[in-house]
């Protein structure tokens, strides 16, 4: 599959970046995305929790390491933030077994886990131009 860059001038743009992504990827459900601190990865996630009509209130698991969310459909969601764990205690923490599961993962920092990422996995990187526009990648 070709890769695609879309340059993303504006936050209101990704409801129809997300719609792209989902589109292009319907049949994945393990989602990496790397960027550098502030790209922009958390908002990306939570314009893709909406568009999945997560009912829950959508945050960053900086702290928590994994927030689940639930769909209107009944369906489950996992939001990794993988930052402040080292390789090895990823391992422990039994990512494996939710990356496998059939729902959705959105994975920050995701970098950290990529032995242990499903072959199928899609990465979606997000770049900071000099003029703060970022560029979407996946």
């Known amino acids: ?3 695609t860059i879309i340059k993303c001038l504006s936050e209101e743009e990704l409801p129809k970046i997300g719609k792209e992504l989902l589109s292009k990827h319907h049949d994945k459900k393990v989602f990496a995305f790397i960027g550098e601190m502030g790209a922009g990865k958390t908002r990306f996630i939570k314009e893709l929790c909406k568009l999945l ?6 945050s960053s698991p900086t702290f928590s390491i994994i927030n689940e969310y639930k769909t209107t459909a009944g369906s489950n969601i996992f939001h990794f933030d993988l930052y ?3 390789s090895d205690e990823i391992m422990d923490l039994g990512c494996e077994e939710y990356f496998y599961s059939g729902d959705y993962c959105f994975i920050e920092w995701a970098e950290k886990a990529e032995q242990i990422l499903p072959e199928d996995t899609v990465f979606v ?3 900071v131009e000099k003029s ?3 560029l979407i990648i996946f």
């Open 1 to 3: 599959m070709t890769e």
């Open 132 to 134: 703060g526009t970022r």
């Open 125 to 127: 990187k997000i770049t």
């Open 84 to 86: 402040r764990l080292k």
């Open 53 to 58: 009509k997560v009912k829950d209130s959508i």
